[in-house]
């Protein structure tokens, strides 16, 4: 940072200097702990061990992700045409804006529109077509624009156009592959992120899908499922555009997230501070959840009712 008065950097005090190396001293601690548990073998576990891994993925997400998102396991995804994903191990979402479909005990069904991060976890790598019947089942739900909510001071509904570009026009997760194997499959390609936890080195390394580079590539990925209707909006992702500045003679905001990514004085590269800086970034594109709609969902259940009975449904009907 450049002090405004006299134009150069401040000077920073080696006590600050060695916290920032006692933080990322902690980064490269707990990747080593956490890799030693999931290594961590018992020969009368059963079925037991699977769930205690799952739990310490958990614990990690948790310490990374900002506390307006929860993090809960063994959940299904719900969108408003009745479409119901595979069991998901770890979904991270926003409790704030969106309900619950179904929430009871443990068996838990959120919908698609609050989801922001799916996870699933393997002890070692699953195979390519189990993964992709995964993603499949998570990747074919829809989010509807069937919603109204008070933004600032006018009402936002599904007729977005070119003046009124409230909030997305889709949404979808990120979606996150932790597993424990030797070697980064094939597979790892079908998710946004794969965590590798790399006995031999202690660290989880970390795998970046390499179709979406930029952030404005992430935000449009992120933001909307018809690739038409991101490139119609006038201006969209303007914020994400290299600008000139007098000041600076150039400032940039399209940032390559490869640039997201945090060295040790040896070149390591400390995964999970990474990880965690650029799994937030994308978040803020996000930001908030698609506005939840409410009617969309009060008509797949009322549609399927009157469905199981053998009659037409009100809003079907000519008369």
């Known amino acids: 940072m450049t002090d405004k008065l006299s134009g150069s950097k401040p000077t920073q005090p080696e006590a600050d200097i060695k916290m920032i190396d006692d933080i990322i001293h902690n980064y490269v601690q707990t990747e080593r702990s956490s890799v030693s548990q999931l290594y961590f073998k ?6 037991s061990i699977g769930g205690f891994r799952e739990d310490i993925w958990k614990e990690l997400f948790m310490q990374i992700v900002p506390k307006k998102f929860v993090v ?42 609050a989801v922001a991060v799916a996870v699933e976890c393997k002890s070692s790598s699953a195979s390519y077509e189990a993964l992709k019947t995964w993603k499949d089942s998570i990747t074919k739900l829809q989010t509807s624009r069937n919603a109204i909510a008070r933004m600032h001071s006018y009402l936002v509904n599904e007729n977005l156009n070119i003046t009124q570009r409230s909030t997305q026009t889709a949404t979808r997760p990120i979606l996150v592959y932790c597993y424990m194997d030797k ?15 790399d006995k031999e080195q202690s660290r989880i390394s970390i795998y970046r899908n390499e179709d979406r580079k930029t952030l404005k590539d992430w935000f449009k ?26 000041a600076t003679n150039k400032r940039k905001t399209n940032y390559d997230l490869e640039e997201y990514r945090v060295f040790t004085d040896d070149k390591q590269e400390v995964s999970l501070l990474s990880f965690n800086l650029q799994l937030n970034q994308l978040l803020m594109l996000i930001n908030n959840p698609m506005l939840f709609p409410h009617k969309a969902y009060v008509d797949m259940f009322n549609k399927n009712r009157w469905k199981d009975t053998g009659t037409v449904h009100p809003e079907d009907s000519h008369e």
């Open 42 to 47: 018992y020969k009368n576990h059963g079925s």
């Open 72 to 113: 809960e396991q063994s959940v299904f995804i719900i969108d408003s045409h009745g479409q119901v994903s595979n069991e998901v191990d770890l979904a991270v979402f926003d409790e704030i804006y969106t309900p619950y479909i179904f929430r009871k005990g443990r068996l838990k069904f959120i919908p698609i529109e």
């Open 183 to 197: 070697e980064q499959p094939k597979s790892a390609k079908l998710f946004d992120f794969a965590l590798r936890a």
């Open 221 to 246: 990925s992120l933001n909307h499922d018809e690739p038409s209707i991101a490139e119609n909006l006038i201006n969209d992702g303007d914020g994400l555009e290299d600008h000139e500045d007098q």
